[in-house]
């Protein structure tokens, strides 16, 4: 089945502590991205990958690292998260560099205490 | 920048009628693409409809049609038949040079109500 799996769904974690959130499709799809949503603001973009190695901001990437080793993974790394990075968070990939048709993942909702 | 203003921040429906979510962007390109997801009280993204800037006919997706009106730079959301399941957020995204090809730009979101 295609999909973009993201992991963990959920966690609770304290200001400062180091943290990564996975991201794996197995479209072999070029392009790779990260959103954030929060309340009243949709969705906004913290990083994107056109291929592997070749990462750029988004939107919001204050806060935010990311990699892309390989095809299939993009996770975001959150070095000392603060409480205003807590939102919930979509991975999504595409076949190409354009945005229509993203796949998204299910979504991983984090909390900074 | 492009940005796209969705005015309606709840609507509600009676059950097996016609709602309209309206959605309106702000763009100099002449190449776009216009997006619909629903994201449900469970929370994952699942894509509706697109239309595209050079497409001449609105698109259709079953229930879904998209009134997509260039001249006044809107692209509402029409859900024909509304059912219970069709409660949900609602939003609308675009893509293009100005906003970066690269990322969707998503509008505040609609969240529809739909009673029995």
Redesign the interface.
């Known amino acids: 089945e295609a999909q973009v799996t993201q992991n963990p769904r959920y966690l609770i974690t304290v200001t400062g502590k180091k943290l990564t959130v996975t991201c794996s499709q197995n479209m072999n799809h070029e392009y790779m991205s990260w959103y954030r949503q929060d309340p009243g603001l949709g969705l906004r973009q913290i990083y994107y990958s056109m291929n592997v190695e070749v990462t750029d901001k988004g939107d919001v990437p204050e806060g935010y690292k990311v990699s892309r080793k390989e095809k299939r993974n993009f996770p975001l790394i959150l070095e000392s998260p603060s409480p205003n990075q807590t939102s919930l968070y979509f991975c999504a990939s595409s076949v190409s560099g354009r945005a229509n048709e993203q796949f998204f993942g299910p979504g991983t909702r984090l909390t900074v205490l | 920048a492009q940005k ?1 203003t969705q005015t309606q921040p709840g609507m509600f429906v009676q059950e097996k009628e016609a709602v309209t979510l309206d959605c309106t962007y702000d763009t100099s390109d002449q190449s776009y ?1 216009l ?1 619909w ?1 629903k994201q449900p009280s469970s ?3 699942i ?1 509706l409809i ?1 239309q595209g800037s050079y497409d001449e006919q609105n698109a259709t997706e079953g229930r879904y049609s998209l009134n997509f009106q260039k001249a006044r730079k809107s692209a509402n959301l029409v859900i024909s038949a509304s059912q219970l399941g069709d409660s949900a957020m609602y ?1 609308c ?1 675009s ?1 293009g040079s100005a906003g ?5 730009i ?4 609609t969240r529809l109500a739909v009673h029995p």
């Open positions: 796209i693409g997006f997801y929370g994952e993204m894509f697109y939003f995204a893509w970066g090809y690269n990322k969707l998503f509008g505040a979101g």
